[in-house]
C-alpha cells in the first residue's frame, strides 16, 4: 500500500442544508470507479473527510474530493493481504464508516464486518454476510423471489443430471448466467436443449455455478436501475429510478444514457424484496420490463453503483444518507427532483459504435450539453476516456463483456 497525498480541500456548503456531518466523520471508501468519483464529491459537499483505498491504476485516484489516498496492487479477490490494507489504515487513524465501492471489497467487508466493527468502532456500510449472500448470489435472490411471489424470470440452478426438467422449465430462449458476476460477464444465449449441453460447462468453468433463466425480449427497450435506501425500522428513506435509454454490450450491459423518473410500482416492488431480505443500507436494483409492461426484477448490486451520479444530480445524497443512518445522525429526506438525463461518454461512444439506432435513437446521440445533461465521469472525464480506450482494446475484456 502506498500513501499518496493528504490535503484538506476548500469545502462548499451543501444546497438542501440536510447535513449534520462535519470535519470530525472520517469516511474511508474502499475499491474504485465511476462510484469513487461520485461518492467522494458527496461526502465532501457535506464537509465529511474523505480517506480512499484505490487500486493504483483507478481513474478515480484523480478526484479533488478525496482528502488522504491511499493506493494499493493488491486485488480484493485476494482477501488476506487487501484486508490488511485496510487494517493498516485503521490502526493508524479512527474511522467512523467503510464504504465499499466494488462487489469484491463489498462481500470482503460483510465477512469481516463483525471483526471491523468490534475492534476498530467502525461503522461498516454493509449487511452481515448471511443477509448480503442472498442478494449478492443471483439463485438465491430469484429463488426468494419465486418463494415470495415477486416478479422476476423464471430461473433454475444448471444441474448436469437434470438439463432437460430445467430447460422444460424455463424455457428457450435462456440464457446461461453465473450466479456471482458484473456486468454481462459469462452471460450466454442458448435456443435449445442441445445449444445448452454444449456450452454450459465452459461458462460454468469460468464463472463458477451458474442458472439458467428465462430470456425477457423487450425488443431492446429500456431497463431500470432502481437504488433505495432502507432504515432499520423498514422505512425507505429516499429512491431513485433511473431509466436507461442506451447501454453496453447493446444487448443487455451497463448504462451509457438514462433518466431518472418517478415510478411508484418500481419502488414498491424493490421494497417489498429488500423487506424479505430485511435488507438494511442501501441497494441497487437492476429490473427489465417485458414488451407486456410487466417488471421482473433481474438482480441486485448490494453496493453503491456507478450510474450513482444520477441521484446526486437529481437531488439525493445517498452516500450522506449512509453515513448519517450508521451514525445516527438526526436528518431529513431529501427532496427528489426527476427528469435528469446521465451520460456515460466513454461507453456510449462504444453503443454508438455497436448500435444500429446509432443515428435515430432520442434523445439524439450527438447532444452533448444541456440544463438537465450530466455525465458520469465528472471529476476524471480523460482519465476514464482514457481507461474505457484501454480496456476496449484489450481482446480478453471485449470477450468477457462480448455477454450475449
Given at each position: ?306 450510474s450513482l451520479r444520477a441521484a446526486e444530480v437529481s437531488g439525493v445524497n445517498f452516500p450522506l444518507i449512509i453515513v448519517n443512518e450508521l451514525l445516527k445522525k438526526a436528518y431529513s429526506p431529501f427532496i427528489y427532483k426527476p427528469n435528469k438525463q446521465l451520460r456515460y461518454l466513454g461507453l456510449d461512444l462504444m453503443w454508438f459504435i455497436a448500435s444500429e439506432r446509432r443515428f435515430s435513437t432520442k434523445p439524439c446521440w450527438f447532444k452533448f450539453f444541456g440544463k438537465d445533461l450530466y455525465y458520469q465521469e465528472k471529476g476524471a472525464m480523460m482519465a476514464s476516456l482514457c481507461s474505457g480506450i484501454k480496456k476496449m482494446l484489450s481482446p480478453s475484456f471485449r470477450k ?5
Amino acid at each position: 500500500m502506498t500513501f499518496i497525498k493528504s490535503w484538506n480541500n476548500i469545502f462548499c456548503d451543501y444546497p438542501n442544508g440536510h447535513s449534520n456531518s462535519t470535519m470530525d466523520d472520517n469516511i474511508l471508501i474502499i475499491g474504485g470507479g465511476l462510484q469513487a468519483l461520485s461518492v467522494a464529491r458527496s461526502l465532501k459537499e457535506v464537509k465529511c473527510r474523505v480517506i480512499a483505498l484505490l487500486h493504483d491504476d483507478d481513474y478515480s485516484t484523480y478526484s479533488e474530493s478525496i482528502d488522504t489516498l491511499y493506493t494499493t496492487h493488491a486485488s480484493p479477490l485476494k482477501g488476506t493481504e487487501y484486508l490488511n490494507e485496510i487494517l493498516s489504515i485503521l490502526d493508524d487513524s479512527h474511522m467512523d464508516v467503510i464504504i465499499p465501492l466494488s462487489d469484491k471489497t463489498a462481500e470482503l467487508l460483510s465477512i469481516h464486518k463483525g471483526m471491523i466493527e468490534s475492534k476498530y468502532s467502525t461503522k461498516c456500510a454493509i449487511p452481515s454476510y448471511d443477509v448480503f449472500q442472498k442478494a449478492n448470489d443471483k439463485w438465491e435472490l430469484l429463488n426468494l423471489c419465486e418463494q415470495y411471489n415477486l416478479p422476476h424470470p423464471r430461473t433454475r440452478l444448471i444441474k448436469t443430471d437434470a438439463l432437460k426438467d430445467i430447460a422444460d422449465y424455463v424455457g428457450f430462449p435462456a440464457l446461461i448466467k453465473p450466479n456471482i458476476s458484473v456486468g454481462a460477464r459469462g452471460i450466454t444465449l442458448v435456443r435449445s436443449l442441445e445449444e445448452l449441453k454444449n456450452k454450459y460447462n465452459s461458462v460454468i468453468k469460468q464463472y463458477g455455478e451458474s442458472t439458467l433463466q428465462e430470456y425477457i425480449e423487450n425488443g431492446g427497450a429500456p431497463y431500470y436501475n432502481v437504488m433505495l435506501y432502507r432504515n432499520s425500522s423498514g422505512e425507505i428513506v429516499n429512491s431513485v429510478v433511473l431509466k436507461i435509454i442506451r447501454y453496453y454490450p447493446i444487448n443487455g450491459g451497463s448504462s451509457s444514457f438514462g433518466i431518472t423518473i418517478e415510478c411508484d410500482e418500481l419502488v414498491d416492488i424493490c421494497k417489498r424484496c429488500l423487506d424479505v431480505l430485511n435488507w438494511d443500507g442501501f441497494a441497487d436494483f437492476d429490473v427489465l420490463q417485458t414488451t407486456t409492461g410487466e417488471f421482473k426484477i433481474i438482480e441486485i448490486n448490494p453496493r453503491v453503483p456507478a450510474s450513482l451520479r444520477a441521484a446526486e444530480v437529481s437531488g439525493v445524497n445517498f452516500p450522506l444518507i449512509i453515513v448519517n443512518e450508521l451514525l445516527k445522525k438526526a436528518y431529513s429526506p431529501f427532496i427528489y427532483k426527476p427528469n435528469k438525463q446521465l451520460r456515460y461518454l466513454g461507453l456510449d461512444l462504444m453503443w454508438f459504435i455497436a448500435s444500429e439506432r446509432r443515428f435515430s435513437t432520442k434523445p439524439c446521440w450527438f447532444k452533448f450539453f444541456g440544463k438537465d445533461l450530466y455525465y458520469q465521469e465528472k471529476g476524471a472525464m480523460m482519465a476514464s476516456l482514457c481507461s474505457g480506450i484501454k480496456k476496449m482494446l484489450s481482446p480478453s475484456f471485449r470477450k468477457s463483456k462480448k455477454g450475449l
